[in-house]
């Protein structure tokens, strides 16, 4: 394995757990003297605490150790719920060097409630960005046409912290490169629950989908042929963007897709707005053929 340096990521019963009166000195204020702790007054009956709650454990998860969090039902610990004044739940409240440094009550956003984890997680210090400076550079050797030694990057830095989306998206990515659909998929299938919709694996999701569709795309001359001979047949149309984008012609898939989109947006439920945008979901975000064919299939929709 590849030494990188990253620490462990703690385990999940480590990071978040139960705690009340009796034991807040020491899970809360104590703890908090090393690391920030997060802390959620809830209770059974409270309806927007079952939303909070997993939203802040999956947020605290996948920042690997760098926050702890710690659940308080109000109902059956009155004593600390009275001495914080906890008038109204869910309540939130961030501790750290044995202090409440910040808090919110009511619900939140999940993208809010991720910019609140983190805030406080950096309390203690920014992220070791020695992780993503090796991932930057499995990329690298991505982008360079070795794909087995990008492989053996980001699988090091998987076993590092599996919660590392950009190290499985690559990893997903250079299997794929490899012509390894079934690794990848594999990857892809085995990708802990915490990460399933961060944007790096919504992009390698998309990318194994186009790689499966590679897989059955028919020839090129044929179907352009067919789309020749009777431009209003959307199925061949369908077919000679996926085997345009099988050859390597992304642009020219997007091209026929958005003129199959202006021929009949509704086809097939809408096929071909949801293949434009499996496309550009397995692209950057700044890629030339997605911000095109973006601003190209919006125009059309909002004709």
């Known amino acids: 394995m590849l030494e990188l340096g990253g620490q462990q990521p703690a385990a999940a019963d480590d990071l978040i757990k139960d705690s009340g009166d009796a034991t807040f000195m020491q899970d809360v204020v104590e703890v908090s003297k090393t690391i920030p702790v997060i802390v959620d007054f809830w209770a059974p009956w409270c309806g927007p605490c079952k939303t909070l709650g997993p939203a802040l454990e999956a947020a605290v998860t996948a920042l690997g150790g760098r926050v702890k969090m710690v659940k308080i039902d109000v109902d059956q610990n009155q004593g600390i719920a009275g001495q914080l004044q906890i008038q109204s739940i869910p309540t939130v409240y961030a501790f750290f060097n044995g202090?409440?440094?910040?808090?919110?009550?009511g619900n939140l956003p999940p993208s809010e409630i991720e910019a609140f984890v983190t805030k406080i997680a950096d309390l203690a210090g920014p992220e070791d960005n020695g992780l993503d400076d090796a991932v930057e550079a499995a990329e690298a050797m991505l982008a360079e046409g070795e794909a087995a030694d990008a492989v053996e990057?980001?699988?090091?830095?998987?076993?590092?912290?599996?919660?590392?989306?950009?190290?499985?998206?690559?990893?997903?990515?250079?299997?794929?490169?490899?012509?390894?659909?079934a690794q990848a998929e594999a990857v892809l299938n085995g990708v802990p629950a915490e990460i399933h919709d961060a944007s790096e694996i919504e992009a390698a999701r998309a990318a194994v989908e186009l790689a499966k569709q590679a897989a059955d795309a028919g020839p090129v001359a044929e179907l352009t042929a067919a789309v020749e001979a009777d431009?209003?047949?959307?199925?061949?149309?369908?077919?000679?963007?996926?085997?345009?984008?099988?050859?390597?012609?992304?642009?020219?898939?997007?091209?026929?897709?958005?003129?199959?989109f202006r021929r009949d947006r509704d086809w097939n439920d809408g096929a071909a707005k949801a293949q434009l945008f499996t496309i550009f979901d397995a692209l950057k975000p700044t890629d030339p053929v997605v911000l095109n064919g973006r601003r190209k299939?919006?125009?059309?929709?909002?004709a």
């Open 99 to 105: 202090q409440p440094v910040d808090g919110f009550q």
């Open 231 to 260: 431009e209003n047949d959307h199925q061949a149309r369908l077919d000679l963007a996926t085997a345009l984008h099988a050859a390597g012609d992304t642009e020219g898939a997007v091209d026929q897709l958005l003129d199959l």
């Open 297 to 302: 299939l919006s125009s059309m929709i909002f």
């Open 153 to 181: 990057t980001f699988a090091a830095i998987l076993e590092e912290d599996e919660m590392h989306a950009g190290a499985a998206g690559g990893l997903i990515r250079s299997y794929l490169a490899m012509d390894d659909v």
